[in-house]
């Protein structure tokens, strides 16, 4: 049973445009979501954070907005830059411990 | 540099063979990780260790044991390797801290033949 879905395998924006990656889950005890982007051969980097009393943060050019009522999530990059092509996974814990539970990623490729 | 050391990168056994992943961070992070990611799948926990002294089952824990040797270290053993444990593994360490996320190592590539 997936509970953290990420139904787009794969993305791709021009430079200069918005990127939204999208984010679903099933699991209504989940209260803290996490987004992380990974190149190739390397392991996944923390990008951007929120708690579920919130519905919005904004770290720079990444803004993570969450749908409570309707368990969304989604990423957004503006503007998006080539350097930003990699998978990005949607990741989502509950309260009582640290275990976070993962999608199954977007590949997001920025093109020139 | 301070971070999550995996080795090791690259790795291919035969079925039947068994053998040790190793992490260590050195970060003081309290709990540790194990993950497998594979095609379509995304990022599966297989074992981790809230702190020193605890271990406990993630989400596809069957084929693997762990050990968590000190507060730095967390290995994860394949006693008899099965080709679909072929796969990419990850450890992560966390403070424990929920604003913090994951510090991931950089991976072990396994292939089982």
């Known amino acids: 049973d997936q509970q953290v879905k990420q139904n787009s395998p794969s993305l791709s924006v021009q430079e200069g445009r918005i990127s939204i990656l999208n984010c679903d889950y099933t699991?209504?005890?989940?209260?803290?979501f996490l987004w992380y982007k990974k190149y190739p051969a390397e392991g996944p980097t923390f990008l951007i954070s929120?708690?579920?009393?919130?519905d919005k943060n904004e770290d720079g050019r990444f803004t993570v907005f969450l749908n409570k009522s309707a368990k969304h999530l989604s990423l957004h990059i503006v503007p998006s830059q080539p350097g930003d092509s990699a998978v990005y996974f949607c990741?989502?814990?509950?309260?009582?411990?640290?275990?976070?539970?993962f999608g199954t990623g977007t590949q997001l490729k920025v093109e020139l | 540099n301070a971070g999550v050391t995996q080795t090791p990168k690259f790795q291919v056994l035969k079925t039947g063979q068994s053998m040790t992943l190793q992490c260590a961070q050195d970060?003081?992070?309290?709990?540790m990780y194990w993950y497998r990611q594979d095609p379509g799948m995304g990022l599966r926990l297989i074992y981790y260790s809230a702190s020193e002294g605890t271990t406990d089952k993630g989400e596809v824990p069957n084929g693997y044991n762990v050990s968590r040797l000190n507060k730095r270290e967390f290995s994860l053993r394949l006693e008899s390797a099965a080709p679909s444990q072929t796969s990419v593994y990850f450890c992560a360490s966390t403070t424990g801290y929920r604003d913090y996320g994951y510090t991931f190592g950089s991976g072990t590539r396994l292939t089982v033949v």
């Open positions: 970060m003081n992070h309290n709990s």
């Open positions: 990741a989502a814990k509950t309260g009582g411990g640290n275990k976070l539970t």
């Open positions: 929120i708690s579920s009393i919130k």
């Open positions: 699991n209504s005890m989940f209260d803290y």
